[in-house]
């Protein structure tokens, strides 16, 4: 399906609506939208399944986004391949209460800067279990629950950068940027498991130069998971404002010991990659 006019899929407010992508492509005739070609709109609820195993997806050529959405919805992707712009998902800053689910499927961008695979400056949770996320950063959160169980995420650019920005992404280079935006809501990132690649895999400014209440609100959880310094990275976490969070993990360079939440020990493997537990 090629959208050729400037009207965009929406769901009807308050729709239940399910899509088997079957192996097909739905994609746009560079129309430009300042947004995603298939909007979650307001109280709706969207799953996405490809009975053909992955083959199907959505792709917007020059759209920012090929999925957005929008306040007090719910989405829920089990498989496909995602493609936009600027973003392959994206949130909204003014659009809050959103519960994402990804399952499965791939996230990719057309842009070469500042174009992280997956945006969520909104309040609302999202929640990742596999599937493969990739951008110039693999995720910016800048409000809102984020938390990661399984599946693999990348930044692809070098080095990480941070940049002040009321209305858009902040930061590139990190497989998660974790960065208060203007609204100073709560920011919340657990890892349980899963794949980070980055300069930094993890990377959490104040690029808005926030007050420490508002910073304070801003909380970080390494509980499981492989962490991967990439492209010379040096600095596998960096956290501008907090320490001792990390409680467990697998890491390619040695984080420094500020980050290691007490009784829990740093060691390194006969792989020489560096462990995090309980220490007993």
Request: proline share 2%.
């Amino acid at each position: 399906i090629t959208l050729e006019t400037k009207t965009r899929l929406s769901l009807s407010i308050g729709a239940k609506v399910a899509i088997d992508l079957n192996g097909k492509i739905i994609t746009e005739n560079n129309l430009g939208f300042s947004g995603g070609i298939l909007v979650v709109s307001k109280d709706s609820e969207l799953t996405i399944n490809d009975s053909s195993n992955g083959n199907g997806g959505i792709t917007a050529t020059n759209s920012y986004a090929a999925i957005q959405v929008d306040e007090n919805s719910k989405l829920t992707i089990n498989n496909g391949n995602f493609t936009g712009y600027w973003y392959a998902l994206s949130g909204n800053g003014t659009r809050h209460d959103t519960e994402i689910t990804i399952n499965d499927g791939t996230f990719k961008v057309v842009a070469t800067s500042e174009a992280p695979g997956i945006y969520h400056p909104q309040r609302g949770i999202m929640t990742i279990n596999g599937g493969y996320i990739e951008g110039t950063l693999g995720i910016e959160i800048r409000s809102g629950k984020l938390i990661v169980n399984g599946g693999t995420i990348v930044g692809t650019v070098a080095p990480t950068s941070s940049n002040p920005n009321g209305s858009g992404t902040t930061s590139e280079g990190a497989g998660i940027a974790i960065a208060q935006h203007t609204t100073k809501l709560d920011l919340n990132v657990v890892i349980n498991g899963g794949t980070i690649k980055g300069y930094s895999a993890i990377y959490q400014t104040n690029p808005q130069k926030n007050d420490q209440d508002s910073i304070n609100k801003v909380t970080l959880e390494l509980n499981g998971g492989n962490f991967e310094a990439i492209n010379d990275g040096k600095q596998v976490v960096y956290s501008e404002n907090k320490e001792a969070f990390i409680k467990g993990g697998t890491y390619n360079v040695a984080p420094e010991t500020k980050y290691i939440s007490d009784c829990y020990l740093l060691t390194e493997t006969t792989d020489g990659a560096f462990k995090v537990n309980l220490n007993t």
